[in-house]
């Protein structure tokens, strides 16, 4: 259990660099000409604050990190190491997605849609 969880671990941190370098973009729109353009906020585009790169490296290293902690400092049964490191993982996505979805994704509906105003992970 401890090799699965440290690697549950580092996995979740190489997706969080993979997400905090590339952030979380929009979805590509086909392009139109400028005079059909409206300039409006199209919430087709906006990125998903629950199903991203970076929720799912938040998933990962809050798992990785309490079932690693569990398996090594508690004789608890397997079930129940799995399960502290679910709840714990699944806190984890829940901070992200609050704080991607109240910060970032508003930040960024507010502001023109560029290449520079892309929303980082």
Known sequence: MISVALAVFMTGLV????????????????????HERDGAHDPATE???????????AFSI???????????NTAW???AQL????ISGGGGRAR???????????????GPVGERNQVQG
């Not at 199903?51 to 799912?56: C, E, Q």
């Not at 309490?66 to 398996?71: E, H, K, Q």
């Not at 992200?96 to 507010?110: D, M, Q, S």
């Open 15 to 34: 997706l969080g660099v993979v997400a905090m370098l590339h952030g979380t973009e929009r979805r590509v729109r086909p392009a139109l000409a400028p």
């Open 47 to 57: 990125p998903s604050a629950l199903f991203n790169l970076a929720s799912l490296a």
């Open 62 to 72: 809050g798992f990785g990190f309490t079932a690693y902690l569990v398996a090594r």
């Open 77 to 79: 049964p397997l079930a």
């Open 83 to 86: 399960a502290a490191a679910a």
């Open 96 to 110: 992200h997605t609050i704080l991607v979805g109240r910060r970032a994704i508003a930040g960024a509906r507010a």
